[in-house]
């Protein structure tokens, strides 16, 4: 057991490090050079030669790249091109707001995908199933900030329900910051809930044809504690995986919910950094967005290997 | 991992009869084929011109779908951002097929260090959103129509890649392929007569998901204001211009949505026959 689990922290290690250089190389592939693009085209060219030498970017390569990767690793993304803040400071100011969008997004998506997904599975082929995946084909097909926008207009605009956009923190007022996260949340939920409902049916009807299922049908057992007992004890391994195969997906999705609703989290700098070509800025998001993906799937395999035996020989 | 991977790996739908499935979804993408290449010749409008008399103006015998902030007639907007989208997803597919597929079959076959130094260069990918992976290209070359096919073909080769590599590497060693070698065929003759034809359905199967990623992302990204820009149009900078007005003309925002539903969910039917027909092992569970 222990085994598995530091050969699976393992495996992350050359993907952390393959990220940090894709990040790394990211801003030195840009057309131009970094110091004319922070100050401008006609620049003093003494000051230039300064920041140069400042920024260490007459070092050779890995020299740079050790030295900021030592940097990173203590928390120093450097500073914004746009706003000359530091940008760790800006990105540990959003974070709360990504985050609790995320996690009010996903309890939405699973609220409504695992039971939609775990009843498909169970009665694979009824009209209930057929209902379903209908709906699924088409919430795959709905673009996430379309169906935000039209929620906006319904539950905001027509009907007065809740408000509309905007962003209060949670230890201000909490009632508010609630009310203001339902739409968005709801919108992140709608928009992964067809994924998970897939991955769930798909996981439920793959575990179906094990031989400890048909065991328990042979025994007599009624379908409904066949289900209960046997097909979702085993589902569930396969089901941690799926979710956290979702939160790329999830994260990519708040890029765009946070835009729509004036949610101040990390998703706005992603266009506002690309815009305003603020490289340091869209460096420090991949290699964030990254690392979140990363630990999640480890720690959800980890939990696999906990709950499945058989995961843990592979 | 993203969408990509999620739904390439996991379509399925039940068994149910197939040919409601053609009608709906050939259907729907016949229909929005006349639009984008019919509409604008039966409108009569060019779909830059602007009219400042009528601006807003609700649906009506002359703009059968209203027009927009500056008077631009927005049916025949429409078709034509249409066809920049198709082209865009179009365009995207084939360029993440032509780096894939060779790339799969590649390391696929030859296995060994080719085929380990590829595939962790596939997981990293896994590890960042498609859509972070493509703003991030945008970033470096600006936004506009080519930059956005570029961003979304590099963006989607990985998925793709990783899925050629295993369906290869599940026929590789099979007896027919032992056979062409034991009479002597060389490496490229299997690769090419005997494994590709193999693998076909599944790559027409796995373009068509992909082409509709392509357009759902194409407008995503014109959303954000990352994809091509006015006066142009296209589905994603439509969506791009109407949050502008939103509150007050919310009309706009809601019309500017509906082709893409549709051709994707056309897209996604389609690819759902496709694997029923050509696939039957990855076919409905």
């Known amino acids: 057991m222990v085994q598995y689990i530091a050969r699976r922290l393992l495996l992350a290690v050359p993907l952390l490090f393959g990220l940090s250089i894709l990040a790394f190389a990211y801003v030195r592939v840009i057309p131009g050079d970094p110091v004319t693009a922070m100050l401008g085209v006609n620049s003093d060219p003494e000051l230039v030669a300064r920041l140069r030498d400042q920024l260490g970017l007459d070092e050779p390569w890995y020299q740079q790249y050790l030295s900021w990767l030592g940097n990173v690793l203590t928390g120093d993304f450097g500073l914004s091109y746009r706003s000359r803040m530091p940008v760790s400071d800006i990105l540990v100011d959003r974070i709360p707001a990504t985050l609790e969008l995320a996690l009010g997004g996903l309890l939405v998506g699973l609220l409504i995908a695992i039971p939609a997904g775990l009843y498909a599975g169970f009665r694979r082929g009824s009209r209930a199933d057929n209902v379903i995946t209908g709906a699924t084909l088409v919430g795959l097909a709905t673009p996430g900030f379309w169906l935000g926008t039209l929620l906006m207009l319904l539950l905001a605009l027509q009907l007065g329900w809740l408000p509309s956009q905007g962003y209060v923190p949670f230890d201000v007022d909490p009632a508010q910051n609630l009310r203001l996260l339902v739409l968005p949340a709801l919108t992140l939920g709608l928009a992964i809930a067809p994924y998970l409902a897939r991955l769930t049916r798909t996981a439920v009807v793959e575990t179906g044809g094990e031989p400890s299922v048909a065991y328990a049908r042979a025994q007599g057992l009624p379908e409904r504690t066949v289900a209960r007992t046997v097909v979702l004890r085993i589902s569930i391994p396969s089901l941690i995986v799926a979710v956290a195969l979702t939160v790329g997906f999830l994260l990519a999705g708040s890029i765009i919910v946070e835009e729509l609703f004036n949610w101040p989290g990390m998703g706005r700098l992603v266009a506002a950094g690309v815009s305003e070509r603020d490289y340091p800025m869209i460096q420090a998001l991949m290699l964030i967005y990254g690392v979140i993906f990363i630990v999640v799937n480890v720690i959800a395999e980890v939990l696999q290997g906990l709950m499945d035996p058989r995961v843990r020989l592979t | ?285």
């Open chain 2, 1 to 285: 991992m993203s969408a990509v991977a999620v739904v390439a790996a996991t379509t399925d739908g039940p068994r149910v009869k197939r040919g409601w499935k053609v009608i709906v979804g050939g259907g729907l993408l016949g229909f929005l084929a006349l639009f984008m290449l019919v509409g604008p010749l039966i409108s009569g409008y060019d779909p830059n011109a602007t009219d400042l008399d009528a601006r807003f103006a609700g649906p009506s015998a002359q703009h059968w779908l209203g027009t927009d902030d500056l008077g631009r007639d927005l049916f025949t907007r429409m078709a034509v951002g249409g066809r920049m989208t198709m082209l865009i997803a179009l365009g995207a597919v084939a360029l993440a097929s032509a780096i894939a597929i060779p790339l799969g079959l590649l390391t696929g076959y030859l296995g060994g260090w080719v085929d380990l130094a590829v595939m962790r260069v596939v997981d990293l990918f896994f590890a960042i959103p498609t859509l972070l992976v493509a703003i991030g290209i945008v970033g470096l070359f600006g936004p506009s129509f080519s930059t956005t096919l570029l961003a979304l073909g590099l963006a989607f080769w990985p998925f793709y890649a990783r899925l050629v590599r295993s369906a290869v590497v599940g026929v590789r060693d099979l007896a027919y392929t032992d056979a062409a070698r034991v009479i002597g065929a060389g490496r490229w003759r299997i690769i090419r007569k005997e494994i590709l034809p193999a693998l076909l359905p599944l790559l027409i199967v796995q373009t068509t998901v992909l082409l509709g990623f392509a357009v759902l992302d194409e407008a995503g990204l014109g959303f954000l204001g990352l994809g091509v820009q006015p006066p142009d149009a296209s589905w994603g900078s439509l969506l791009a211009q109407s949050r502008g007005f939103v509150l007050s003309h919310p009309w706009i925002g809601v019309i500017a949505g509906v082709p893409i539903l549709l051709v994707v969910l056309g897209i996604n039917i389609m690819a759902d026959v496709l694997r029923d027909r050509l696939d039957p092992q990855g076919a409905s569970t």
